[in-house]
């Protein structure tokens, strides 16, 4: 199970409640810097620098991981409820590029997620014309998926199979300039109300590095252009739902797909 190669924990040692965000890592093992207990990766303390016998209530929760993309993924969970969506292609028939945006966002993750099924801000914000206004929605029990085609306002084609998964991970598998590119944008929720953002590029490779990379890049600052054009208005949004129209019905979908997903703090009895 790839889910169990890392180890995401808790974030504060049970024995005074430091933060485990100062302590280091010793060998395998994560090390408080209050006093040096030293905890494994299945999260159970395994040694004190003063040499008392840990107690058995010194443990951690540890959170469903993987790594993937060049990124530690972490399911705030018992177990996951879906796997992190792969990209049409084998990992090494693509070149891919991962980054952090600078700027932390302050909304959380399912605000910003709400883009994706809001069809009035596609259309308006980013200027896309649809070819199909019925295009279909294919709803799973944690994910939302669609495709649709038509054109930017410049004139260039747009087809795009876009997609999010959970309440923090927006997914696209899209054509540029007649080549496919995939597209994620993970998003880590530092505390309530503000979000750190990631962003994992695919191009498939040619046997062209060069013409490989040069492409990557352009698609690299296409999404961040279109990013760009949401940052503005997220940075100073307060996002409650409001009156809706009919060309809101996805979006609507998706509040009571919202409304209805599993809450969970598997952490909660390891950090009070």
Known sequence: DVYKRQHVTSAYCPHMGASLEAGDVVGNRVRCAFHHWEYGGHGQCEKTAIGDPPPASACLFVFP???????????????????????????????????????????DP??????????????????????????????????LQYEFQGFFDSGSRARWQVGVFGTSLYYQSAELAGRWFGFMVPMGLVRPGLTRNFMVLAVQKTGDPAADREFLEHCLLTEIGIVGEDTHIMTSMHFRPGTLTKSDRVLGHYFKFLREYPRAHPAADFIK
């Not at 530690?72 to 693509?94: C, S």
């Not at 605000?111 to 809001?118: G, M, R």
């Open 110 to 143: 399912w605000v910003q997620c709400c883009n994706t099924p809001d069809i009035q801000h596609i259309k308006t914000l980013h200027r896309i014309a649809f070819d199909d206004e019925q295009s279909p929605m294919l709803w799973g029990d944690f994910s």
């Open 65 to 107: 991981s993987l790594e993937k993309f060049g990124l530690i993924w972490a399911f705030n969970g018992e177990r996951p409820l879906y796997q992190v969506p792969d990209f049409p292609h084998d990992y090494e028939d693509m070149l891919i590029k991962t980054i952090e945006l600078p700027q932390l966002m302050p909304v």
